[in-house]
């Protein structure tokens, strides 16, 4: 049996995160953050691109995740890096809300 890793995907109920707060659910091989920031579900790779912490357990400031070994933040929205214009970016994935259900499509 073959399991959905790309596509849109039901990943949890939108009650499994708390707000202001993130959790991690794993797709196959791959790693998503979700996020609730006043109401709103985000998506973003669980794995900073500075050197591969998880980002889902990072404090949550005005929109932005902070990373917790060295500190760099991302807004949920864009996945940029806001205290460090020239780091790359966080893959940030839309996600769609349908009733209880949270989609989020992966490349
Ligand atoms: S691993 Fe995230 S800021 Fe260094």
């Known amino acids: 049996m073959s399991v959905q890793t790309s596509g849109t995907i039901r990943l949890a109920n939108v009650d499994d ?3 202001g707060q ?14 609730k920031h006043k ?8 794995v900073c691109p500075h050197a591969g912490a998880p980002l889902n357990n990072g404090p949550l400031y005005g929109g932005t995740v902070t990373c917790l070994w060295h500190g760099w933040k991302f807004n ?30 992966l490349p």
């Open 76 to 105: 949920l929205q864009s996945g940029l890096c806001t205290n460090l214009p020239k780091a790359p970016p966080v893959s940030t994935y839309p996600v769609m809300v349908q009733g209880e259900d949270v989609y989020v499509t």
């Open 39 to 46: 109401g709103k579900v985000y998506a973003m790779e669980d």
């Open 22 to 35: 993130g959790r991690e659910f794993r797709v196959g091989e791959r790693f998503v953050a979700l996020f």
């Open 17 to 19: 995160i708390p707000e």
